[in-house]
């Protein structure tokens, strides 16, 4: 069974860091990028970085400039160190396999989503 865990949330005051980690298990198969996405109380769940298999990056506006996704050398493993934290960044965060979509630009989870790691960011 393929699973992408998430790890790496806590609590955390504003202006801190933390760096959450995506681990892959199980068999290989084919995606063409990881996403990170995460879910605040009451609000649909949005985009949050990228990182295609080519090592193209892309980021929501939100947190350009103060999150960096990142993998390990073999691959395994996808990283998104979050830096100037804010309350508005306290959310569910969770990583998926992606595969690109019919059009240009798009990508589709494969797997069903996890459960996620709890990131709260103090004020």
């Known amino acids: 069974q393929v699973q992408f865990v998430e790890s790496g949330g806590g609590l955390v005051q504003a202006a801190g860091s933390l760096r959450l980690s995506c681990a892959s298990s199980?068999?290989?198969?084919?995606?063409?990028?990881v996403d990170w996405y995460r879910q605040a109380p009451g609000k649909q769940r949005e985009f949050v970085a990228r990182i295609t298999n080519g090592g193209q990056i892309n980021y929501a506006d939100s947190v350009k400039d103060r999150f960096t996704i990142s993998r390990d050398n073999v691959g395994n493993t996808v990283y998104l160190q979050m830096n100037s934290l804010k309350p508005e960044d306290t959310a569910v965060y969770y990583c998926?396999?992606?595969?690109?979509?019919?059009?240009?630009?798009?990508?589709?989870?494969?797997?069903?989503w996890g459960q996620g790691t709890q990131v709260t960011v103090s004020s």
């Open positions: 998926n396999a992606m595969s690109r979509g019919g059009y240009i630009g798009t990508y589709y989870p494969l797997l069903p």
């Open positions: 199980g068999r290989r198969f084919d995606y063409n990028a």
